[in-house]
């Protein structure tokens, strides 16, 4: 079914697990996700960035998207990942996505304010939630620039309150498009954060994260853990491995078989740390 964050963060920021949002750049790591929520029976988030709706027209891929979410047995949430423009996120809700990201980061404090707040009273008002970001995490590639900047507690919780957004990404020491879990996260910080802030945070630039560190992190108020370089290194590497192996082959539904299935185990794997199988367990207590 097709939620929005408010359906499934808030759950997750207070009982000490995660929703994990994905990147996805079309049906093949759409739809591997997704099954490999149904397995956990746990919510999951599909993401789309700019390079995915370059690709893809926004109207296609939403469509893509919510029908995929529609037919899911588990909450399944269509998100515009780091909107930059009324533009690109009112495209995005008349294409059916059900939250979008208003990403003004590398904005003054003010103008970000006051643009994320602007973008919420639109998103809210056709019943879409949307994720606003304070501070600024970076990115790993310095050709893509773009500032890096811890989030202050104090503007965090200004932000939070000026905005009436629904959930806020915090920098506290990820940076986008690691290769490695080489991230060292400022839990001083979060911890500050938590206490000024009731809305659930959301870690950006998760693939660089230590296992440990997202198991420590979903047990804090994070409601949402954004990976995207895991799934396209998941995908990538095991399609070059495919081409070694069969270089005769044309077929690209038979190449892309093993990399969707690559996909779906660490899909599988990430959701498991952020505490899916922790979520399932509770519920089925509860259910007793
Ligand atoms: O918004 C997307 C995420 O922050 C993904 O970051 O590609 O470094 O995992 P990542
Ligand atoms: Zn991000």
């Known amino acids: ?25 079309g049906y093949e790591d759409a739809i591997m996700v997704v099954e490999a929520a149904e ?8 993401m789309t960035n700019r390079d995915a709706v370059m690709h893809i027209p926004i109207k296609i891929l939403g ?28 495209d995005a809700i008349k294409a059916g996505f059900s939250s979008v990201m208003y990403d003004g980061s ?12 602007e973008l919420a009273d639109i998103a809210h008002y056709f019943d879409v939630s949307i994720e606003g970001e304070i501070g ?25 309150e000026k905005t009436g957004i629904d959930a806020v ?15 060292d996260i400022q839990y001083e910080r979060l911890r500050e954060i938590e206490k000024l802030v009731s809305i659930p945070l959301v870690i950006h630039g998760s693939t660089g994260v230590k296992d440990e560190d997202l198991i420590k992190l979903s047990k ?21 491995e495919e081409f070694r192996d069969n270089p005769k082959e044309f077929d690209r539904l038979k190449m892309f078989k093993k990399p969707m299935i690559e996909v779906k185990r660490v899909a599988k794997e990430k959701m498991i740390i952020l505490g899916a199988e922790q979520r399932e367990n509770l519920r ?5």
Request: proline share 4%; net charge positive.
């Open 136 to 160: 600024s995490v970076g990115y790993s590639d310095p050709s893509i620039k773009a500032k890096s900047i811890y989030t202050i507690p104090e503007e965090a919780k200004v932000f939070v």
């Open 39 to 46: 397995e956990l029976n746990t919510p999951v988030i599909l």
């Open 1 to 25: 079914m097709l939620v929005t964050l408010n359906e499934i963060l808030k759950e997750a920021s207070y009982n000490g697990y995660a929703i994990a949002g994905f990147n996805v750049f």
């Open 284 to 288: 089925r207590v509860e259910n007793c």
């Open 169 to 183: 990404a915090v920098a506290i020491g990820t940076l986008h498009r690691m290769q490695a879990q080489k991230a």
């Open 220 to 240: 804090y108020r994070v409601g949402k853990v954004n990976i995207g370089t895991a799934l396209r290194m998941a995908f990538g590497n095991t399609m070059r």
């Open 106 to 117: 590398q904005l003054p404090l003010e103008e970000n304010i006051r643009n994320t707040k």
């Open 63 to 90: 469509n893509i998207l919510t029908e995929i979410a529609k037919s899911a047995s588990v909450p399944v949430c269509v998100h515009l990942d780091h909107g930059k423009s009324v533009e690109e996120i009112v």
